[in-house]
């Protein structure tokens, strides 16, 4: 039930940003940011969640800590990455867009490639 909940606060944004764009162009971004942070603070409980489950693993299984912490910033950076891209979008800068999500794709890749590389000698040390 939240996800339709969520589905009518994104479209009654949509739809109140499409009226008011037609009387005050310049309001229609505010609505957008709104409607936004409306539903990322929704979609907290999701994120709490997700770090508990996290955290679950983390005792659960001999998995060093770091390990998670890199995940968990990766999970961020995509959360915080998507959101402000669309909002650049639906303000008219879609080459900013482009370019925040190019920003955190590669940020993404460097965090884990000492991730990648520690399971590439796991692997050679099987191996070898």
Not at 32 to 53: N, P, V
Not at 56 to 81: E, F, Q, T
């Amino acid at each position: 039930m939240d996800v339709i909940r969520i589905a009518l606060l994104g479209f009654t944004g949509v739809l109140l940003g499409l009226i008011v764009r037609e009387c005050r162009p310049e309001f229609s971004f505010y609505i957008s940011l709104a409607c936004g942070i409306c539903i990322l603070l929704l979609s907290s409980e999701r994120a709490q969640y997700l770090i508990e489950s996290i955290q679950s693993i983390r005792n659960r299984l001999p998995v060093d800590a770091s390990y998670l912490n890199v995940l968990m910033k990766m999970i961020g950076i995509a959360y915080i990455g998507h959101f402000s891209s669309g909002l650049c979008k639906d303000a008219g800068y879609g080459a900013v867009a482009d370019e925040i999500e190019i920003f955190c794709r590669l940020s993404m890749m460097a965090m884990a490639l000492p991730v990648l590389l520690t399971l590439l000698e796991m692997i050679q040390g099987f191996l070898g």
